[in-house]
């Protein structure tokens, strides 16, 4: 019962981190319709950068993460700027966006395994410890991840209150309604890239604070972000946090049926199966936004 | 050196199986899967077992690679490749990630992360291929012959059509080809393909283990094929060979392999990034597969002055058609209905479509004209109702098994396959039947006047010009049913004139012709028997003086005190 227990804490902290990958990921795949694999370069690069500022170069912890954070958000917006905007312009196809998506992806891991080695760095600051609820113990940094319900919220706040997250609800309902009635499409892109893109920093502190950081956490982030997004179905960005969470539970949860190295298996068996069987994703319209 | 060089050569030779078999994927068929590696390694571990486990000689061990993969193929498309396309992509993806746990985890199968070791290379005739460069050139000559394999299938009326169902999935079934099982098709060539790549690396290395089929590896594989030219096998041989030498000169730099590999990622991913960039179609782009031949001796440039698009409209009036050896079957549509939501867009609509005759739906914009047609062609279910084409019953059928009746649609304005040459078009069109397409092809681009055109790209013809082409694959294919959405739009009076004139000459050839049409000047001219719809209810037929001279219709068009003869 206890290891049910610690198992299933496990999974619901773990799946409140996939939840603010998805959302971070889900804003900018429902407005603006790009599988945005280089997402996973972003959140890379911004664990990468606050771990330069930080452990090595000695910066107060808060500033490192205020630094990190227009960073990201300028760097998913420099991506469509520079590689996604020009496509659109010369009315690419989607294969295109997707192409020069992986290839960014690739290309930041490749730098990040050059420049930091392909090996596991620790963010010494975070400090790993076990707290103990009962009979249950879990980690700080599990503990942690229960915020990221928090900065959801405000996602939430901000999409539903503010001009700017009406304009992405918008555009990402309906694109050519949003278009006629005067709404500026790129200039909303604009924003879902910086929101979706700053995002990524809490989430990415606190997967570098459980399993520390690498050059493949970006395309593993960005794996399990894009199925809960998918599995979610694309009608806003809480059914995507939710499916998140529930692939965090499932995949803690599986370790019981199954040896351990079968949990990727289990999740991306459920991405397949819902794909192939409904396409629309689980939840139909029971999460608008 | 010579070794190192003949080490290299397997892994062209690999590379370019692995990365053709991409390209007929993705580049011919549009089907963008991201889990090439996964049939690489099915391939591996399945020619592993048989050589190890069952001791199997050349060429069971490829064959049994090649069915195992094909399984497997068959059963993704089977679930997949009705979806569009980003949810491939999303689903290919997960099936690789599924796949590389499989590879490291099912230690009876694969090995676990250990892998297989101990896989002897092959004998040929009881003489074992053992040193490097007699693999070498057993590995070139598997190579070569599965990429000439594959070019006869890019070059075969099956490669085109499967180009075709990219561009135009819809269009594609509307002229008879299955176009579900065409991608299914070119999906489990290409995994058989991969197989064989997989089977081909296990007997070469010696050993299997799953770091070689990680989804980064289905990315190098993309990066090949975008490098090559998506839709060209020769540009994928060109860019195998380059990106598997230029790998190579990373050994020069001094580092240790680890970071060699980082170096490689990086490499790849800017090349990719680069080439979609600044050079979409890579080093070749696609070809067409078939052309004209050129007219005893004269090219195509010298005959005559090229006839302006409305000079060629206007000679549609003078192209024969064939008479119909059988009679037509009469199309009758009973009681059908279709709602959208909550507007019934055609509400209990029976009507007839006669051989020999020209009949004509009319009504105001959002009538439910061309949602009747697509009701009736198969491209919407109806909600009630029935459509029979003389005795047999289609409301079920889907849209390639309604064409295969013998049923020609167009669509509203011009919709032909823009990447494809004029000929082709026209050869895809006549696919579904017959020996001597081309030439047959080619005699109906020389009647409609577009022979000077045929190796264009249908894209670039002008739009008079694609008008024509496309009345060109409704005369091409000879069906007894036609059905033609809203051709005189766009046009001259002139130029409507004639394609008049070829309407009926068409329904006078004993096919049922049904026309949608707005201009009603047109209407007046061709049509035997018109309909009228309004909001989806059928309120008049006739012939075309009765329905002048009605006055509900003429209030739907013109309110009350106009008059239809002005129109």
């Not at chain 2, 096919?511 to 989806?536: M, P, T």
């Amino acid at each position: 019962m206890t290891i049910l227990l610690t198992l299933l804490l496990l999974g619901l902290t773990v799946g409140s981190m996939y939840a603010l990958f998805a959302v971070s990921f889900g804003l900018i795949y429902n407005v603006t319709h790009i599988f945005h694999f280089a997402h996973g370069a972003v959140i890379s690069a911004g664990g990468y950068l606050v771990y330069v500022l930080v452990q090595l170069l000695g910066w107060p912890v808060w500033l490192g993460i205020a630094a990190a954070i227009p960073f990201a958000a300028l760097l998913g917006a420099a991506i469509e700027l520079f590689f996604y905007r020009p496509l659109r312009r010369r009315n690419a196809p989607h294969v295109a966006f997707f192409l020069t998506s992986v290839g960014i992806l690739t290309v930041a891991e490749g730098l990040f395994g050059v420049i930091f080695g392909p090996g596991v760095l620790s963010l010494k600051f975070l400090p790993l410890a076990a707290i103990h609820i009962g009979d249950v113990s879990v980690t700080t940094a599990n503990l942690s991840m229960l915020s990221a319900w928090v900065f959801i919220a405000l996602v939430v706040v901000f999409l539903l209150a503010t001009r700017s997250g009406r304009f992405m609800r918008a555009v990402a309902d309906t694109p050519e309604v949003a278009k006629s009635t005067g709404i500026d499409l790129e200039g909303t892109y604009i924003w879902s890239f910086l929101l979706g893109s700053a995002l990524t920093v809490p989430a990415m502190l606190m997967y570098a604070w459980y399993q520390g950081l690498t050059p493949a956490a970006g395309l593993s982030t960005i794996l399990i972000s894009s199925a809960a997004v998918i599995i979610g179905g694309r009608t806003g960005v809480l059914a995507g946090a939710i499916a998140a969470l529930g692939l965090g539970i499932l995949q803690a949860v599986a370790i019981v049926f199954l040896p351990s190295g079968w949990q990727d298996a289990v999740v991306f068996s459920v991405l397949f199966f819902v794909i192939a069987l409904r396409p629309n994703g689980v939840f139909g319209l029971a999460f608008r936004w | 050196m010579i070794n190192y060089l003949s080490q290299i050569l397997v892994f062209v030779a690999i590379f370019l199986l692995l990365a053709t078999s991409l390209n007929l994927v993705l580049g011919f068929g549009g089907v963008f899967s991201i889990m090439q590696a996964v049939f690489y390694g099915v391939g591996a571990y399945a020619a592993a077992n048989l050589v190890v486990n069952l001791h199997a000689p050349f060429p069971l061990d490829l064959l049994g690679a090649m069915l195992v993969t094909m399984a497997l193929g068959a059963f993704v498309a089977a679930l997949l490749l009705r979806l569009r396309g980003e949810l491939v992509i999303i689903g290919t993806l997960a099936l690789q990630l599924v796949f590389s746990t499989i590879f490291r985890n099912w230690n009876a199968v694969t090995g676990g992360s250990y892998g297989i070791f101990g896989i002897a290379r092959p004998a040929l005739f009881g003489v074992p291929v053992s040193s490097l460069t007699g693999f070498a050139a057993f590995a070139a000559v598997i190579a070569a012959i599965f990429f000439g394999l594959s070019l006869f299938v890019a070059r075969s009326p099956f490669g085109l059509a499967v180009r075709a169902q990219r561009e135009d999935a819809v269009l594609a079934g509307t002229l008879g080809h299955d176009t579900v099982r065409e991608r299914a098709a070119i999906f489990i060539i290409g995994a058989a393909l991969a197989g064989v790549a997989g089977a081909l690396y296990a007997q070469f290395i010696g050993y299997v283990d799953p770091s070689s089929f990680d989804v980064n590896q289905s990315l190098g594989i993309i990066t090949i094929v975008v490098v090559g030219g998506l839709g060209n096998l020769w540009g994928t041989l060109g860019a195998a060979v380059i990106l598997t030498f230029l790998p190579q000169l990373l050994i020069l730099l001094p580092a240790t392999s680890a970071a060699a590999a980082q170096f490689q990622l990086l490499l790849y991913g800017v090349i990719l990034v680069a080439v979609v960039r600044f050079w979409p179609n890579g080093i070749l782009p696609e070809q067409p597969s078939i052309r004209s031949a050129p007219a005893r001796g004269v090219r195509p440039a010298l005959l005559g002055g090229m006839e302006d698009g409305k000079a060629l409209l206007e000679r549609l009036a003078a192209v024969t058609v064939r008479t119909l050896p059988t009679t037509a079957p009469i199309v009758r549509v009973e009681g059908v209905s279709k709602a959208f939501g909550g507007l019934r867009a055609v509400d209990d609509v029976s009507l007839a479509i006669e051989p020999g005759r020209v009949t004509a739906l009319i009504g105001p914009n959002g009538a439910g004209k061309t949602t009747l047609f697509n009701l009736i062609c198969g491209l919407l279910r109806s909600d009630s109702g029935r459509v029979f084409f003389g005795s047999q019953e289609t409301t079920r059928l889907q849209p390639f098994e309604i064409a295969r009746l013998g049923v020609t649609r167009t669509f509203q304005d011009v919709r032909i396959f823009p990447k494809l040459t004029a000929l082709e078009n026209v050869v895809f069109a006549l696919s579904s039947a017959g020996a001597h397409v081309a030439e047959r092809a080619g005699a109906v681009l020389a009647d409609v006047g577009l022979q000077p055109h045929a190796d264009r790209l249908a894209g670039s013809l002008s739009y008079a010009e694609q008008k024509i082409l496309m009345m060109g694959l409704v005369l091409a294919r000879e069906d007894p049913v036609v059905f033609l959405d809203e051709i005189a739009a766009g046009l001259d009076h002139a130029s409507v004139r004639a394609l008049g004139v070829l309407v009926r000459r068409i329904a006078a050839s004993g096919r049922a012709v049904c026309v949608v049409e707005h201009n009603l000047s047109f209407v007046w001219d061709v049509a035997d028997i018109v309909y009228v719809l309004d909001d989806g209810r059928l309120i008049a037929n006739g012939v075309p003086a009765d329905i002048q001279a009605n006055t509900n219709v003429i209030e739907i068009y013109f309110g009350r005190g106009g008059a239809p003869g002005h129109a």
